[in-house]
């Protein structure tokens, strides 16, 4: 039997606690009772049209959402938390091609909220990206996607892992001068660090001075190539 509207904005106030029992729906196969609860939850908790929020683009969703709450919840967490359930669905229905829309819109909507914080990053939050990352990955992941992630491992101080999303981007953009004006950057704010500190986010200092040599060499290569 359906929730009523008021167990679902209870619900959205402990967003886990929905989230886990949309999950419990699709591995019983109760996927029409599933869609009915997510697009209640849209509509409900948010108000908006689910199929809206899936077409619609991420930043608008971001601007929609706001940081207003939704009791003790960030409107915009609750956002991803219904697009990466939604994505689920998709993906237990069959529909990839949506299901791959949903998380990636979930993760870029997760990491804006937290790129846009002056402050840490909860465990909780923490779990909550590396499950999106997790998802996402599967996909070819788009160069605005990898572009947050980068830039969420960098903050987060896990350098081995924003390595790699920096060369995913050069090797999608290997002409972009201002992403490779971008990298040199990076690891010359790395080289500021101490020893264990970048120790502990994977990256030892050696390997960021070649880091930097690589992409320096790749600069004075995008100046040649532009004077010649």
Not at 133 to 158: A, C, N, S
Not at 176 to 201: M, P, S, T, V
Request: with cysteine; hydrophobic share 40%.
């Amino acid at each position: 039997m359906p929730y009523s509207q008021d167990y679902i904005k209870r619900m959205l106030e402990q967003i886990g606690e929905f989230v886990v029992a949309l999950k419990q729906m699709l591995v019983e196969d109760r996927l029409g009772e599933a869609r009915e609860q997510l697009d209640l939850a849209y509509r409900e908790a948010l108000g908006l049209d689910p199929q809206f929020v899936r077409d619609a683009p991420e930043d608008y969703l971001i601007l929609t959402a706001g940081m207003s709450r939704v009791g003790d919840v960030d409107k915009s967490l609750v956002l991803a938390d219904l697009l990466s359930a939604d994505g689920d669905w998709h993906a237990r229905n069959g529909d990839y091609d949506v299901a791959q829309q949903c998380h990636i819109k979930a993760i870029n909507v997760t990491l804006e909220i937290y790129l846009r914080q002056p402050f840490g990053t909860s465990r909780e939050h923490i779990d909550r990206v590396e499950a999106l990352i997790d998802k996402v990955e599967q996909y070819e992941v788009p160069y605005d996607t990898r572009w947050r992630l980068f830039r969420y491992h960098e903050r987060m101080g896990q350098y081995a892992d924003a390595e790699d999303d920096l060369y995913e981007l050069l090797d999608a953009a290997p002409e972009n001068e201002a992403l490779i004006d971008e990298a040199a950057a990076f690891y010359q704010r790395l080289l500021g660090l101490k020893d264990h500190e970048l120790l502990l986010g994977g990256l030892p200092r050696d390997e960021v001075q070649a880091g930097l040599e690589d992409v320096l060499a790749r600069e004075a290569n995008a100046d040649a190539d532009a004077e010649a």
